[in-house]
């Protein structure tokens, strides 16, 4: 017995299929079944409503009237690949050859469970960059990403009508109404495409806003005597007594980027709802180890996920395994006009634009801005005539910034950026100083 005959794609596919019965399924998992295709290009028609359209009188005997396919138009996108390898090191390849010495199975076992269990990061990356793909898609309609020198972008034309910006965030727990921003846009949805909205998802943060609202706690209150903290069941009750059966599922799940930065699936601050039937598949296509090596004696190929394939190859200088994972694989979204988004914190908005400034050299002169939004913070930027980078004002963290104009002013460009207290932030107009020369004296 040898190492090549313990490291293969067959027996690390077995170990994985049975270790992922364990693990808590993705949300998204449920909303876009797997499926699989041949080749790369992914297509699928989108509806532009889903409500139906009644059927034209006919005259007996008459032939047929045809119907097109009006409201439907066709996607075309081409899957991107993913891949990446690793490999047992020497040290590890020494250690496991000195147990298969030994013939203690039990001691082979643990060797080979410590390798497996490490060679499955590949296949727990492939399985959280498909939710990852998933998750942007009915978060914001589009998945863009960027890694390894290769850009991806995919934009599933969720309609403008159902993306909703609230008028009051809902971190203002006095003033905001989750529940009235809610309804306005699942019953806008409802109208124009047929579909009954029964399901939600926001990650912590934003469930913890939803039982904090004043107006919602109140009107639990009022319905139930003698209650002390709102509970999550609670608010689930209401939320689906309010609006028609509507049941929230939070999600905090995370995961690791291209720089090992933890991320949340669930972008903070953002509510989307939908129907309950599945929204689209999550495609596989035929990756070049499947349609290439499977029948070949180069490498040994084995396929799990519906279309992940593991594809183990011995080298022999130096001696040892490289295990590739490789996947082409993205979401179809065809019922991306029934998802509907809501950004739950409203942005600062300027209400009056900074304005250019002339003067000369000693004049006092002012610059100023007017916005609206919560807990707004303000940091004045310059750049120097010549330079490109933006510099902070000292003294600059107001509305209004007074100055005293000297010469390193002439051709200044000026801005503020405005922050509010959840961290969104908008940018001003630049404007330009101007200094006046003073006429030459006789």
């Known amino acids: 017995m040898s190492i090549f005959d313990l490291m293969n794609s067959t027996e690390l596919v077995a170990y994985w ?3 992922v019965k364990d693990e808590a399924p993705y949300p998204c998992e449920e909303l876009f079944p797997d499926d699989k295709k041949r080749g790369l290009k992914l297509e699928w028609l989108m509806g532009a409503n889903g409500l139906p359209i009644v059927l034209k009188n006919s005259a007996f005997d008459a032939a047929a009237i045809p119907r097109g396919r ?3 138009e066709k996607m075309e996108s081409q899957m991107p690949y993913f891949k990446e390898s690793t490999y047992i090191d020497e040290e590890l390849r020494q250690e496991l050859n000195l147990v298969l010495e ?6 082979i076992d643990s060797v080979m469970n410590r390798i497996f269990n490490d060679e499955t990061r590949l296949l727990r990356g492939a399985r959280a960059s498909r939710e990852r793909m998933r998750m942007m898609a009915l978060t914001s309609g589009v998945i863009a990403m960027s890694a390894n020198g290769q850009t991806f972008s995919y934009d599933y034309q969720i309609p403008a009508a159902n993306k909703f910006e609230t008028s009051v965030s809902w971190s203002d727990h006095t003033n905001s109404d989750p529940i009235e921003d809610i309804r306005v846009l699942k019953e806008g949805i409802e109208q124009r495409t047929g579909c009954k909205i029964t399901r939600a ?5 934003t469930w913890r806003d939803l039982r904090a609202n004043e107006k919602i706690k109140n009107d639990i209150y009022a319905i139930r005597s003698n209650v002390g903290s709102i509970t999550n069941k609670m608010l689930q009750d209401y939320i689906a007594d309010q609006l028609d059966g509507l049941a929230v599922r939070t999600n905090d799940m995370r995961y690791a980027d291209e720089e090992e930065t933890t991320q949340k699936f669930m972008p903070t601050d953002t509510f989307v709802m939908f129907p ?3 929204l689209g598949k999550t495609m596989f296509g035929t990756t070049p180890q499947e349609s290439d090596l499977m029948a070949g004696n180069a490498a040994n190929v084995t396929i799990t996920d519906m279309g992940v394939s593991v594809t183990t190859v011995q080298k022999t200088d130096p001696v040892n395994v490289e295990t590739i994972v490789a996947m082409i694989c993205l979401p179809s979204f065809e019922q991306a006009h029934t998802v509907g988004i809501i950004d739950t914190v409203k942005a600062p908005v300027i209400t009056s634009q900074p304005t250019a400034v002339t003067g000369k050299i000693g004049d006092k002169v002012e610059f100023s801005i007017g916005a609206s939004g919560t807990n707004l913070k303000y940091q004045w930027q310059y750049i120097i005539k010549g330079q490109n980078s933006w510099k902070n004002f000292d003294n600059g963290n107001a509305s209004t910034m007074k100055k005293v104009l000297g010469e390193s002013f002439d051709d200044l460009k000026v801005r ?5 207290g959840n961290g969104n932030s908008v940018t001003s107009d630049t404007v330009t100083v101007t200094l006046v020369k003073a006429p030459l004296t006789q």
């Open 17 to 19: 299929e049975e270790l």
């Open 70 to 72: 009006i409201g439907f």
């Open 102 to 107: 030994t013939g203690n199975q039990a001691y």
């Open 201 to 205: 998802m926001c990650d912590g943060k």
């Open 276 to 278: 309950g039937s599945p």
């Open 416 to 420: 503020v950026v405005i922050t509010d």
